[in-house]
Nanobody, 126 residues
């Protein structure tokens, strides 16, 4: 399984970006996919996750109401729409995946994912 994250860039505070995570694999619809981020000098932290059947999403408190995670099973892709961006959202964003179901409270655990993408840089200027 390979994950390819893209869509990062430089944006002003208040702006928007949409990240994409393309997942290779025959059973993408059964994958749970999460987005994490890591700023310089900080640990990697959970941003948002979306599980399979039943589809449900979970967000870190810091991004609720601003970020939206979605998936397109036909394109093997998970998206992270980021609105009202703040300078503190600046980080390298990683997507991660695992096959199968996770309870929502487990979506934020980095050890619950088996596959990781290479990361895409998001920089929000003030």
């Amino acid at each position: 399984v390979q994950l390819q994250a893209s869509g990062g860039g430089l944006v002003q505070a208040g702006g928007s970006l949409k990240l994409s995570c393309e997942v290779s694999g025959r059973t993408f619809s059964s994958y749970t996919v999460g987005w994490f981020r890591q700023a310089p000098g900080k640990e990697r932290g959970f941003v948002a996750g979306i599980r399979w059947r039943p589809t449900a999403a979970h967000y870190a408190d810091s991004v609720k109401g601003r970020f939206t995670i979605s998936r397109d099973n036909a394109k093997n892709t998970v998206y992270l729409q980021m609105n009202s961006l703040k300078p503190e959202d600046t980080a390298v964003y990683y997507c991660a995946a695992r096959e199968g179901y996770l309870i929502l409270s487990s979506l934020g655990g980095t050890t619950n994912y088996d596959y990781w993408g290479q990361g895409t840089q998001v920089t929000v200027s003030s």
